[in-house]
C-alpha cells in the first residue's frame, strides 16, 4: 500500500506563492507516475500537474508557466511550485500516484487560499 499527505497549504495574496509537498510512504516502489490535482468549491477535481517516469512534465494552460511539478531522488517526495497566485486557484489540493497496477492513490488534500 502506498500512503500520501500533502503538507504546505495555506492563505496567500494574489501574486504570491505557495509551495505543497506530497510526503509518500509504504510501497513507493510501484508508483509510476506522480501528478496534482485541485477542486474548488462546487467544481469537478483537474489536474494542474503531472509528471511522467521519463520527468517529462505536463501543465494545463491555466497553470502553465506559473506552476512547477518536481520530485526528489528517492521518488518519494514531489512537489507544486505555485507562483503568480490568483483568486482562480484557490482550490484544495491532492497529490495522486498511479501505480504500476494503474491504481490511483490520493492524498487527504490541503486547502490553498488566494486573496484578492
Known amino acids: 500500500q ?3 499527505v500533502e503538507s504546505g ?3 496567500v495574496q494574489s501574486g504570491g506563492s505557495l509551495r505543497l509537498t506530497c510526503a509518500a510512504s509504504g510501497r513507493t516502489a510501484s508508483i509510476y507516475g506522480m501528478a496534482w490535482y485541485r477542486q474548488a468549491s462546487g467544481e469537478q477535481r483537474e489536474m494542474v500537474a503531472q509528471i511522467a517516469p521519463n520527468s517529462d512534465t505536463y501543465y494545463p494552460d ?3 508557466g506559473r506552476f512547477t511539478i518536481s520530485r526528489n531522488k528517492a521518488r518519494d517526495r514531489w512537489y ?3 507562483n503568480s497566485l490568483k483568486p482562480d486557484d484557490t482550490a484544495v489540493y491532492y497529490c495522486n500516484a498511479r501505480t504500476q ?3 490511483d492513490i490520493w492524498g487527504q488534500g490541503t486547502q490553498v487560499t ?3
Request: hydrophobic share 45%; aromatic share 0%; no cysteine.
Open 2 to 4: 502506498v500512503q500520501l
Open 9 to 11: 497549504g495555506g492563505v
Open 62 to 64: 491555466s497553470v502553465k
Open 80 to 82: 507544486l511550485q505555485m
Open 101 to 103: 497496477s494503474a491504481r
Open 114 to 116: 488566494v486573496s484578492s
